[in-house]
């Protein structure tokens, strides 16, 4: 059921929801991950997006990054899940977001090098030094990342 939210959007109109999404965590040699500017927010996010009707998490992040990003990618590892946090969007929708996290790697595809409807850029950051984020969640990804790499390195 392709635009499942939006569906879910004309009947309650901007009133709070719990959604499920999925995003991913593809990084670069150094470690820096790939974000993606935003359209509706003009801030920086993971590649990622809500689940439609009837897809797993795990497709989700598969499609959502082909869509957001350009490339196809490999999940590689759950990386966990985050369910904190709340966003209202500039069109008044406001949502909990119960997000899984993966890691992943590309393996096919090409980084967009134009805008989408819904990326206006592409560009990869160290952890330590990153754009104004979507949310707090985004910042409790990128986080757990950080110590996810931090782990390999001990």
Do not use: C
Request: aromatic content about 10%; hydrophobic content about 40%; overall charge negative.
């Amino acid at each position: 059921m392709a635009n499942y939210i939006k569906e879910i959007r004309s009947l309650v109109g901007h009133k709070p929801l719990i959604l499920n999404a999925s995003a991913g965590i593809v990084a670069n040699d150094q470690h820096e991950v790939l974000l993606n500017l935003r359209t509706d927010t003009h801030n920086w996010s993971l590649p990622g997006g809500y689940l439609e009707y009837g897809e797993t998490f795990a497709t989700a992040m598969v499609r959502e990054y082909k869509e957001d990003a350009g490339l196809d990618v490999e999940i590689l590892k759950s990386l966990g899940i985050f369910d904190q946090g709340f966003t209202e969007y500039p069109n008044g929708d406001v949502t909990q977001v119960i997000s899984q996290l993966y890691l992943a790697k590309p393996v096919g595809g090409h980084t967009l090098d134009t805008a989408t409807d819904e990326t206006l850029d592409l560009k990869y950051f160290p952890l330590d030094a990153l754009p104004p984020l979507l949310n707090q969640q985004t910042a409790d990804m990128l986080a757990a990342t950080q110590s996810y790499f931090d782990g390999l390195s001990r």
